[in-house]
């Protein structure tokens, strides 16, 4: 007997919402994978700065929650949803999520390339929820410590590896699209989603830049100081995050913590956040070198899915 259109959305809802009582955030998305529902400012100059404040739904995954009221309005304004998303990055969790996708030409291997990079830095890829996709990729679910915002990314890592951390959202298992649906790998269902490794985690934020001698320079922190003023809405903990573990890295993090914080207060953080970010950069780059690479951080959750 075939599925029909209502049947498939219900089925999505329902796996929505197993999936939201486990304290995953959730959005239902179309079966191209995108956000059912529109944007209530499509025709005001709010469509790229409102993040859901106004109340109304449309905002992608800035709508996702674990609500079950919340969850089930959502998927009765979007009828031909057939799936839907989990948002990274958001507590309890802090999913973080590595898309290894695959090459129909033959010319890249992203498993592969993930073996190497685990080699090369010393890391594990723990035993942790799994999904499979239609197209013969893989969704690998990580978690970070909190206020560590890992940023998204296409193919920085190795070709095919794409990172989904805050602000992206994962297609979640049970989701249906034109190519097939989305399920959870063999032995992995009754998993929790398992820490990042340190090295692993290391790699996943933005790259250090630096002009040749600008760290013996007495103005040495003011860059960062700026860098993390000029932070728009959405910005400010990963450039804080970011700023932070480079001053860290560097020798100064102590030294520029205070100026870090002020300058992460005048963007719209409180002084607790901003002192939670700056506290989580010097635990991430201070590690103990003997530490075991696929070991867990010292604090955060640990959520099971």
């Avoid at 649906?181 to 989603?193: I, Q, S």
């Amino acid at each position: 007997m075939a599925i029909t259109a209502r049947q498939t959305t219900t089925l999505a809802l329902a796996h929505a919402l197993s999936a939201a009582e486990r304290g995953l955030p959730v959005i239902p998305l179309t079966a191209r994978k995108l956000p059912a529902l529109p944007s209530p400012h499509r025709s005001d100059d709010r469509r790229s700065t409102c993040r859901g404040a106004c109340g109304l739904p449309g905002h992608g995954v800035h709508d996702a929650t674990t609500d079950p009221a919340a969850v089930r309005a959502l998927f009765a304004a979007a009828p031909w949803a057939t799936g839907y998303g989990i948002a990274c990055g958001r507590p309890p969790h802090h999913l973080i999520g590595i898309d290894l996708d695959i090459d129909t030409t033959g010319s890249s291997d992203s498993a592969a390339s993930l073996r190497r990079l685990a080699l090369h830095h010393l890391f594990t890829i723990p035993p942790t929820v799994m999904v499979l996709t239609p197209s013969g990729g893989r969704h690998i679910w990580l978690t970070g410590p909190p206020g560590v915002p890992v940023p998204n990314s296409a193919s920085r890592l190795a070709p095919g590896i794409d990172i989904r951390g805050a602000g992206g959202y994962l297609v979640g298992p049970g989701s249906v699209t034109p190519r097939g649906r989305y399920r959870l790998a063999p032995g992995t269902a009754g998993l929790p989603p398992a820490r990042c490794p340190l090295a692993l985690l290391r790699l996943l934020m933005p790259p250090v830049r630096r002009r040749p001698g600008a760290a013996d320079r007495p103005d040495r922190g003011r860059g960062l100081v700026r860098f993390v003023l000029a932070a728009r809405e959405g910005q400010r903990n990963t450039r804080l995050f970011w700023a932070a573990c480079r001053a860290y890295e560097h020798g100064y993090g102590d030294a520029l913590a205070d100026a870090l914080t002020h300058a992460a207060v005048r963007t719209g953080l409180t002084e607790r956040e901003a002192r939670a970010t700056i506290a989580s950069a010097a635990r991430l780059t201070t590690a103990a070198p003997d530490a075991a690479p696929g070991g867990r951080p010292p604090d955060g959750p640990n959520p099971r899915s």
